[in-house]
């Protein structure tokens, strides 16, 4: 009987990962013992019941605790290639939470993504651009299967920057500051989001290209794929011929080329808000990936979901948990 390999990769957003007496944005918001002590153990037991070849987290601003968490998990390779930064008068009280990155598999190189200088410049953005969390990116070699590029991120939220310091710093209640949040403020908001994917997925094309390197980007991209800001990260573009199908560049979304698509049939959600599912947590994949593809090693492709945590019907987050799903791809080769 033919031996098959299995890999596993999934994505998590951890909500807050802040070890007490470490706060997240406020001094006030910080984690009981008992609280943190049921986080723990949440993740600890959803992690087990993945059990992830690798897997990427967002909301990170303990890393050294989460890398001993994975460790204990058999999760030995970690890596984050930036700090959260603490407040200049409360030390304790945390901002700017990190991604993070935990494998079985030893990194052939982990490193921050470097927007490309060329491309910046062509996009006009060339003096200002910062991402709002640097994504990870990170090379494998898979026995089997061959090089894999890892993409980690966490794109642009859709909280919206208060425009109230262009009008003076005018009444937060005034009706004119409201609609200039939810209508400029919310537009750079999805402009911000949309340039940091298409530095992502410039380096993903260019790297599939030149070094011939399978790809997965993965994490919480904060809206829908189908969205204005994220759309074009899975357009596919008509090919001339069988031979150049083969030799293409470009991403697919995981779940439309997953075996148990049509058994699950509608994307199931990754985070409510208000009552209302929404998929805001993706894994993009190169071709290498899809089991229809001719050029791939892959025999199968199963999504998974898991959201028993998410309550549709909760107005408010349960810090304890997470309010998102973790998603995973298993593939067999």
């Known amino acids: 009987m033919e031996q098959r390999t299995t890999f596993k990769f999934a ?20 984690y009981s013992d008992t609280q943190w002590t049921t986080k723990t153990q949440f993740i600890t037991g959803l992690i087990q019941h993945i059990d992830p070849t690798v897997i990427v987290f967002q909301e990170v601003f303990n890393p050294d605790t989460l890398a001993s968490l994975c460790e204990d998990l058999g999760l030995t390779h970690f890596a984050t290639v930036d700090s959260p930064k603490p407040d200049a008068v409360y030390s304790n009280v945390l901002f700017n939470p990190v991604v ?12 921050p993504l470097e927007p490309s200088h ?21 090379t494998f070699e898979l026995d089997g299967f061959g090089l894999l590029t890892l993409y980690a991120v966490h794109f642009k939220s859709q909280r919206v920057h208060s425009m109230a310091q262009l009008l003076g710093d005018p009444d937060q209640e005034d009706p004119f500051l409201t609609m200039l949040n939810q209508t400029v ?3 750079q ?3 911000s989001r949309s340039l940091e994917a298409s530095i992502v997925y410039y380096d993903a094309l260019k790297t599939q290209r030149e070094k011939n390197s399978a790809t997965l980007v993965m ?23 069988e031979s150049s ?11 439309a080329i997953a075996d148990n698509q049509p058994e699950l049939g509608i994307k199931p959600p990754t985070h409510y808000f208000q009552g209302e599912g929404n998929v805001l947590d993706y894994i993009l994949t190169s071709k290498e990936f899809s089991p229809r593809h001719p050029s791939s090693q892959v025999n199968s492709l199963t999504y998974h979901n898991y959201a028993s945590h998410l309550d549709p019907k ?16 298993e593939i067999t080769i």
């Open 189 to 191: 908001s999805q402009i």
């Open 245 to 255: 199908l083969i030799e293409s560049v470009g991403l697919y979304e995981s779940f």
């Open 118 to 138: 060329e491309l910046l410049e062509y996009l006009n953005n060339l003096a200002h651009f910062k991402f709002n969390r640097t994504p990870i990116k990170c």
């Open 314 to 329: 909760r107005d408010e987050e349960d810090i304890r948990y997470s309010d998102h799903a973790a998603i995973a791809i």
């Open 11 to 30: 994505s998590f957003n951890l909500l807050n990962f802040a070890e007490p007496p470490y706060a997240f944005y406020q001094p006030e918001e910080m």
């Open 185 to 187: 403020g919310a537009m």
């Open 100 to 111: 993070a990155i935990a494998s079985k598999l030893p990194f052939k190189q982990c490193k």
């Open 219 to 241: 994490g919480d991209f904060n809206a829908h794929i189908t969205s204005p800001a994220l759309s074009f990260m899975t357009e596919q573009f008509p090919v001339a011929s």
